[in-house]
C-alpha cells in the first residue's frame, strides 16, 4: 500500500529530524540528503547508520523485512531516543549553569584582586582583619557577626562606601575592650587614703565612698544604686570620682550629659546612617581601654528630651543592673556587657532629674564650703596644685592667710571653690611670668593689701546686704542649682487703683506666693491698723532684683509678706535679718528645702539672724558647726511672729 507506505514514511521522516536537530551530530547537508531519500527501506539504512545508537536497539529494525514494520519500529526507537537526548539536554544544561555562575563568582572575585593589587591595597586585609578578630577573644555572638561582616567586605568593591564604613565597624568591634578589665586594688585603707590625699572634708562623702568599696570587694558585683553627687559647681563632684578610680586603680571616663536631648548619643545610630558611630557610652569604653572603668556621667539633671527620643530612658538601660549586662548600641549591633562599669553620676540640682533615673540612685551631697574650709583648701590643695600647674617654686611665693581670705571674699561668691581656684591661678601665674623673666627674684609675699595688684579691683563686695533698715524692703533667702544666695524684695506703693504689679526674677510660684501675702496681710490690716480702703487706692508693685537667678519656689511667702507689710504700715524692717519661709493663707509658714546652702549664703553675708519654718528645726544639725555657731536660727510657725522678729514697729 504505496500510500500507507508513504504516511509511514513522513512520520519516520519527521521524528529523525526531531532527534537530529537535539543530538546535533550529524551535519546538515548529510541530514537534507537523507531526508530526502524517497525509498523508505533506503531511508532506515541511511539514517540508522549515522546516529550512534546501541546495536541491541538497531537489530529489531534490521531483523524485519515488511518495510512498514520498519518503519514502524524505527519510529518507535528514534521517538524514545528524542525524548532521551532532550532529557540528557536539559539536565546538562542545568549543570553547566552551575558551573558558569561559580566560574563567574571566582572571576570576579580575581578581578578585585586584581584592583586591589593595582590600587596599592594591602592584598592581605581582609586575611589580616580575619585573623586579627579572631585572636581578639571576642564573646561568640560578638565574633560571628564581624566574621559576617568581614565576609561580605570579601565580596564588595574597595571603593564603594559600603567598603569603608565595615572597615569602620570593624575597627571598633577590635578597639573595644569585651571582656577585658582592670584589676582592682583591694586595700581599702589605701583607697581611704587616696580619697584623703585628693580632698579636704568631705568626711560624710568620703565614708560612704569606702563602704561602697567594701561592699564591692565583697561581692564583686556592682548591683547596688548607682551614687550621685549633688551639689552646686565647684565643690568637687568630678574631681571626688576622679580619686575613686584612683582609689580602686580603675579607668576613669567622663561623660557630660549637658544638653543631651538625642537618644543616639547614648545609644548610637544605626550603620545605615551616613557618618554612623556609637554612642557616647560605647566611645567612653573604648577610650577607657577595660570594661570596668569608673564612669562618671555629668549633670545627669541637664539631660533634655525632644523628638528625637528620650536620652532618659536610654539612660536607664546603661544603668539598670538587669539590662546592662547585655546593652545594645544601635551601631555595634552587638551586646556589651556594661555590668561590671562604676557608674558615677552627678548633678547640680535633684528637682530635674527623670524620676525613674532618681529612683535607682543614691544620692550624696556635698553642699558647699564655709570660708574657714575653703581657705583650707586653698593652702592645703589649690595653691599647691597651681603652684606645680604653673612651674613655680614655693620658694617665690607666698600667699598669706590673710590674702587668701580676701580672695575668698572679694572675689568669689560661690559654694563650691572654682573660682577660688581661678583667682589663685591668675596670682600664681602673674608671679609665674615674673619669675620667668628675672629668675633671680626674691619672693613676693601676697597679702591682703596688695592682692588687688595681681586681681584687679574686688569683684563682690562683701556685704552687698541692705546698709540700713528699710521701709518695703526684706531680705530672703532663696535656693539656687549654684548654691544658696540671698535675695532682696522690694516693695512699691502708689496711689492707684489696687492693682499689683510683679517684676523681676519672678517665677509663676513666686507670683502666687506674692498673692497669698497681699491676701493674707488684707484679711488681717485692722489687726495692723491699715485701713481696708487703702488696699482699693493702691497700687502694689513687688520686685525682686535680678542678679541672682533663685529657683522658683514658694519659700520666698514670709519675706515677700514681711516687705508688703512694711511698706502698708511705713516700719522698717531689720537688715540684719534673713528669712525663708513659705506662707499659708492663714498665716502659717511651711517648711522649704535646701536649709544648709540658705544658711550658707546667709554667713557669706555676715547675717546673724535667720527666721526659719520651724519644720526646718533638724536640718540645722546638718549644717556645720562653724556656722551654726555664727547665725543665730529662730525657727517660726506663724507669720505674726515673722512680723515681731523683723518688723520695728
Ligand atoms: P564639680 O564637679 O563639683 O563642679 P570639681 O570636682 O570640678 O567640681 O572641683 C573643682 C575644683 O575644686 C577641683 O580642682 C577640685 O580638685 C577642687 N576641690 C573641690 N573640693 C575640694 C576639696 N574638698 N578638697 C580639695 N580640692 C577640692
Given at each position: 500500500d504505496e500510500i500507507a507506505t508513504e504516511a509511514y514514511l513522513r512520520v519516520?521522516?519527521?521524528?529523525?529530524?526531531?532527534?537530529?536537530?537535539i543530538e546535533k551530530r550529524v551535519g546538515k547537508e548529510v541530514l537534507s540528503t537523507i531526508i530526502e531519500l524517497n525509498d523508505p527501506n533506503e531511508f532506515i539504512d541511511n539514517a540508522i547508520s549515522v546516529v550512534n545508537f546501541k546495536e541491541s536497539a538497531l537489530i529489531s529494525i534490521l531483523e524485519k523485512d515488511d518495510t512498514i514494520e520498519r518503519l514502524v519500529s524505527f519510529e518507535r526507537l528514534f521517538a524514545k531516543e528524542t525524548e532521551i537526548a532532550r532529557i540528557e539536554k536539559r539536565i546538562?544544561?542545568?549543570?553547566r549553569e552551575n558551573i558558569d555562575k561559580s566560574q563567574k563568582e571566582f572571576y570576579l572575585r580575581e578581578q578585585i584582586r586584581a584592583i586591589h593589587t593595582e590600587l596599592g591595597d594591602d592584598e592581605?586585609?581582609?586575611?589580616?582583619?580575619?585573623?586579627?578578630?579572631?585572636?581578639?577573644?571576642?564573646?561568640?555572638?560578638?565574633?560571628e557577626k564581624a566574621l559576617k561582616e568581614i565576609s561580605r567586605l570579601d565580596k564588595i568593591n574597595p571603593s564603594s562606601p559600603d567598603y569603608s564604613i565595615i572597615?569602620?565597624?570593624?575597627?571598633?568591634?577590635?578597639?573595644?575592650?569585651?571582656?577585658?578589665?582592670?584589676?582592682?586594688?583591694?586595700?581599702?585603707s589605701r583607697a581611704k587614703e587616696i580619697l584623703d590625699s585628693d580632698h579636704f572634708g568631705l568626711e560624710k562623702v568620703k565614708e560612704r565612698i569606702v563602704e561602697y568599696l567594701a561592699v564591692l570587694k565583697l561581692t564583686k558585683t556592682i548591683k547596688g544604686p548607682i551614687l550621685c553627687f549633688v551639689g552646686p559647681p565647684g565643690v568637687g563632684k568630678t574631681s571626688v570620682a576622679t580619686s575613686i578610680a584612683r582609689a580602686l586603680n580603675r579607668k576613669f571616663v567622663r561623660m557630660s550629659?549637658?544638653?543631651?536631648?538625642?537618644?543616639?548619643?547614648?545609644r548610637g545610630h544605626r550603620k545605615t546612617y551616613v557618618g554612623a558611630m556609637p554612642g557616647r557610652i560605647i566611645y567612653g569604653l573604648k577610650n577607657a581601654g577595660a570594661d570596668n572603668p569608673v564612669f562618671l556621667l555629668d549633670e545627669i539633671d541637664k539631660l533634655s528630651a525632644d523628638i528625637h527620643g528620650d536620652p532618659a530612658s536610654a539612660l536607664l538601660e546603661v544603668l539598670d543592673p538587669e539590662q546592662n549586662p547585655t546593652f545594645r548600641d544601635r551601631y555595634l549591633e552587638v551586646p556589651f556587657d556594661l555590668s561590671k562599669v562604676m557608674f558615677i553620676t552627678t548633678a547640680n540640682s535633684v528637682d530635674t532629674i527623670p524620676y525613674p533615673l532618681l529612683d535607682r540612685m543614691e544620692l550624696i551631697e556635698l553642699t558647699g564650703y564655709t570660708n574657714e574650709e575653703k581657705l583650707q583648701i586653698a593652702k592645703r590643695y589649690l595653691i599647691p596644685k597651681q603652684l606645680k600647674l604653673n612651674g613655680l617654686k614655693e620658694n617665690k611665693i607666698e600667699i598669706t592667710d590673710d590674702a587668701i581670705e580676701e580672695i575668698i571674699r572679694s572675689y568669689t561668691m560661690e559654694a563650691g571653690v572654682r573660682n577660688l581656684e581661678r583667682e589663685i591661678a591668675g596670682?600664681?601665674?602673674k608671679v609665674a611670668t615674673k619669675v620667668a623673666q628675672s629668675p633671680r627674684r626674691r619672693r613676693e609675699v601676697i597679702t591682703k593689701e596688695n592682692v588687688a595688684k595681681y586681681l584687679g579691683i574686688k569683684k563682690h563686695l562683701r556685704d552687698i546686704r541692705l546698709e540700713n533698715d528699710e521701709v518695703g524692703a526684706a531680705t530672703g533667702l532663696a535656693w539656687t542649682s549654684v548654691g544658696g544666695t540671698t535675695l532682696?524684695?522690694?516693695v512699691g506703693l502708689m496711689r492707684g487703683k489696687g492693682e499689683i504689679l510683679l517684676t523681676g526674677k519672678l517665677g509663676d510660684v513666686m507670683k502666687e506666693s506674692a498673692r497669698a501675702a497681699i491676701s493674707y496681710i488684707r484679711s488681717h490690716a485692722s489687726e495692723y491698723g491699715i485701713e481696708d480702703e487703702r488696699f482699693e487706692k493702691t497700687d502694689i508693685h513687688i520686685h525682686v532684683p535680678e542678679g541672682a537667678t533663685p529657683k522658683d519656689g514658694p519659700s520666698a511667702g514670709i519675706t515677700m509678706a514681711t516687705a508688703i507689710l512694711?511698706?502698708?504700715?511705713?516700719?522698717?524692717?531689720?537688715?540684719?535679718?534673713?528669712?525663708?519661709?513659705?506662707?499659708?493663707?492663714?498665716?502659717?509658714?511651711l517648711a522649704i528645702g535646701g536649709l544648709k546652702e540658705k544658711a550658707l549664703a546667709a554667713y557669706r553675708l555676715g547675717i546673724k539672724d535667720v527666721i526659719i519654718p520651724k519644720a526646718n528645726t533638724k536640718d540645722i544639725e546638718e549644717i556645720p558647726l562653724e556656722i551654726r555657731k555664727e547665725i543665730n536660727f529662730i525657727p517660726l510657725t506663724s507669720v505674726q511672729q515673722v512680723f515681731e522678729k523683723a518688723i520695728k514697729f
Amino acid at each position: 500500500d504505496e500510500i500507507a507506505t508513504e504516511a509511514y514514511l513522513r512520520v519516520a521522516k519527521k521524528v529523525f529530524f526531531d532527534y537530529v536537530n537535539i543530538e546535533k551530530r550529524v551535519g546538515k547537508e548529510v541530514l537534507s540528503t537523507i531526508i530526502e531519500l524517497n525509498d523508505p527501506n533506503e531511508f532506515i539504512d541511511n539514517a540508522i547508520s549515522v546516529v550512534n545508537f546501541k546495536e541491541s536497539a538497531l537489530i529489531s529494525i534490521l531483523e524485519k523485512d515488511d518495510t512498514i514494520e520498519r518503519l514502524v519500529s524505527f519510529e518507535r526507537l528514534f521517538a524514545k531516543e528524542t525524548e532521551i537526548a532532550r532529557i540528557e539536554k536539559r539536565i546538562t544544561s542545568k549543570v553547566r549553569e552551575n558551573i558558569d555562575k561559580s566560574q563567574k563568582e571566582f572571576y570576579l572575585r580575581e578581578q578585585i584582586r586584581a584592583i586591589h593589587t593595582e590600587l596599592g591595597d594591602d592584598e592581605d586585609e581582609i586575611d589580616k582583619l580575619t585573623q586579627e578578630i579572631k585572636d581578639k577573644n571576642l564573646p561568640k555572638e560578638v565574633l560571628e557577626k564581624a566574621l559576617k561582616e568581614i565576609s561580605r567586605l570579601d565580596k564588595i568593591n574597595p571603593s564603594s562606601p559600603d567598603y569603608s564604613i565595615i572597615l569602620n565597624y570593624l575597627d571598633w568591634i577590635k578597639d573595644l575592650p569585651f571582656g577585658k578589665s582592670t584589676v582592682d586594688t583591694e586595700d581599702l585603707s589605701r583607697a581611704k587614703e587616696i580619697l584623703d590625699s585628693d580632698h579636704f572634708g568631705l568626711e560624710k562623702v568620703k565614708e560612704r565612698i569606702v563602704e561602697y568599696l567594701a561592699v564591692l570587694k565583697l561581692t564583686k558585683t556592682i548591683k547596688g544604686p548607682i551614687l550621685c553627687f549633688v551639689g552646686p559647681p565647684g565643690v568637687g563632684k568630678t574631681s571626688v570620682a576622679t580619686s575613686i578610680a584612683r582609689a580602686l586603680n580603675r579607668k576613669f571616663v567622663r561623660m557630660s550629659l549637658g544638653g543631651v536631648k538625642d537618644e543616639a548619643e547614648i545609644r548610637g545610630h544605626r550603620k545605615t546612617y551616613v557618618g554612623a558611630m556609637p554612642g557616647r557610652i560605647i566611645y567612653g569604653l573604648k577610650n577607657a581601654g577595660a570594661d570596668n572603668p569608673v564612669f562618671l556621667l555629668d549633670e545627669i539633671d541637664k539631660l533634655s528630651a525632644d523628638i528625637h527620643g528620650d536620652p532618659a530612658s536610654a539612660l536607664l538601660e546603661v544603668l539598670d543592673p538587669e539590662q546592662n549586662p547585655t546593652f545594645r548600641d544601635r551601631y555595634l549591633e552587638v551586646p556589651f556587657d556594661l555590668s561590671k562599669v562604676m557608674f558615677i553620676t552627678t548633678a547640680n540640682s535633684v528637682d530635674t532629674i527623670p524620676y525613674p533615673l532618681l529612683d535607682r540612685m543614691e544620692l550624696i551631697e556635698l553642699t558647699g564650703y564655709t570660708n574657714e574650709e575653703k581657705l583650707q583648701i586653698a593652702k592645703r590643695y589649690l595653691i599647691p596644685k597651681q603652684l606645680k600647674l604653673n612651674g613655680l617654686k614655693e620658694n617665690k611665693i607666698e600667699i598669706t592667710d590673710d590674702a587668701i581670705e580676701e580672695i575668698i571674699r572679694s572675689y568669689t561668691m560661690e559654694a563650691g571653690v572654682r573660682n577660688l581656684e581661678r583667682e589663685i591661678a591668675g596670682v600664681i601665674r602673674k608671679v609665674a611670668t615674673k619669675v620667668a623673666q628675672s629668675p633671680r627674684r626674691r619672693r613676693e609675699v601676697i597679702t591682703k593689701e596688695n592682692v588687688a595688684k595681681y586681681l584687679g579691683i574686688k569683684k563682690h563686695l562683701r556685704d552687698i546686704r541692705l546698709e540700713n533698715d528699710e521701709v518695703g524692703a526684706a531680705t530672703g533667702l532663696a535656693w539656687t542649682s549654684v548654691g544658696g544666695t540671698t535675695l532682696t524684695i522690694e516693695v512699691g506703693l502708689m496711689r492707684g487703683k489696687g492693682e499689683i504689679l510683679l517684676t523681676g526674677k519672678l517665677g509663676d510660684v513666686m507670683k502666687e506666693s506674692a498673692r497669698a501675702a497681699i491676701s493674707y496681710i488684707r484679711s488681717h490690716a485692722s489687726e495692723y491698723g491699715i485701713e481696708d480702703e487703702r488696699f482699693e487706692k493702691t497700687d502694689i508693685h513687688i520686685h525682686v532684683p535680678e542678679g541672682a537667678t533663685p529657683k522658683d519656689g514658694p519659700s520666698a511667702g514670709i519675706t515677700m509678706a514681711t516687705a508688703i507689710l512694711s511698706a502698708f504700715t511705713n516700719k522698717p524692717v531689720r537688715n540684719d535679718i534673713a528669712m525663708t519661709g513659705e506662707l499659708t493663707l492663714r498665716g502659717k509658714v511651711l517648711a522649704i528645702g535646701g536649709l544648709k546652702e540658705k544658711a550658707l549664703a546667709a554667713y557669706r553675708l555676715g547675717i546673724k539672724d535667720v527666721i526659719i519654718p520651724k519644720a526646718n528645726t533638724k536640718d540645722i544639725e546638718e549644717i556645720p558647726l562653724e556656722i551654726r555657731k555664727e547665725i543665730n536660727f529662730i525657727p517660726l510657725t506663724s507669720v505674726q511672729q515673722v512680723f515681731e522678729k523683723a518688723i520695728k514697729f
